[in-house]
């Protein structure tokens, strides 16, 4: 058993002497810092995410979603930082591994959550069919809002739909939170 005090020695008391000298230096002095802090809330989900490495390089970021998506960046050349290559999902949690060599080789590690903002005038929407499906050439493409849309010409120009074969479609709401596209009107006839 080791007494440990505050007195001088010769190693075996108060972390002083050539052994706690010698784990000292083992340690990497590489420092590696994460922005924003541990627990934060309410994050930008643009600009706010860095990570940083004083007195080593980073060697590997890992950021994800709470699904285990995997958000891609990169280092910088001198290793000195990583950043996002896109915007951060809204009102999600993330985590983030940060590891950083020093010039002797010794790694040191940092680990952060952090959850991004919820904007006060969000909506979701879902829309059926999925992405990928085929289908006929009269199904509707419907997307179903989380809220009431108070400005749907704003929205049905921001959406953008690709048909192959391409086919020209116009959008019709179904009251403020249904927008449905179809194919335009040929002015043919329907056929029974």
Avoid: C
């Avoid at 643009?46 to 891609?72: H, M, N, P, Q, Y």
């Avoid at 940092?110 to 959850?115: C, K, P, S």
């Avoid at 959406?159 to 019709?172: L, Q």
């Amino acid at each position: 058993m080791r007494w440990r005090g505050t007195g001088s020695g010769s190693g075996e008391g108060g972390g002083k002497g050539k052994d706690s000298d010698a784990a000292q230096s083992k340690q990497s002095e590489a420092v590696v810092s994460i922005t924003p802090k541990d627990g934060a809330k309410s994050v930008d989900t643009s600009g706010a995410l860095k990570v940083t490495a004083a007195k080593g390089k980073l060697t590997e970021v890992v950021v994800k979603d709470a699904k285990g998506r995997k958000i891609d960046g990169k280092i910088s050349g001198d290793g000195a930082g990583w950043t996002p290559s896109t915007h951060l999902a809204a009102a999600t949690k993330y985590t983030v591994h940060a590891v950083a060599k020093d010039s002797e080789g010794r790694t040191a590690a940092e680990d952060a959550g952090f959850t991004t903002l919820t904007p006060d005038n969000t909506f979701i929407g879902t829309f059926t069919p999925e992405d990928g499906s085929k289908v006929g050439v009269g199904m509707p493409f419907s997307i179903r809002f989380s809220r009431g849309i108070t400005n749907p010409e704003d929205v049905e120009k921001a959406i953008r739909i690709r048909t192959e074969p391409a086919v020209d479609v116009e959008g019709h709401w179904f009251g403020n939170d249904r927008l449905d596209f179809r194919p335009r009107s040929t002015g043919s006839p329907a056929r029974r």
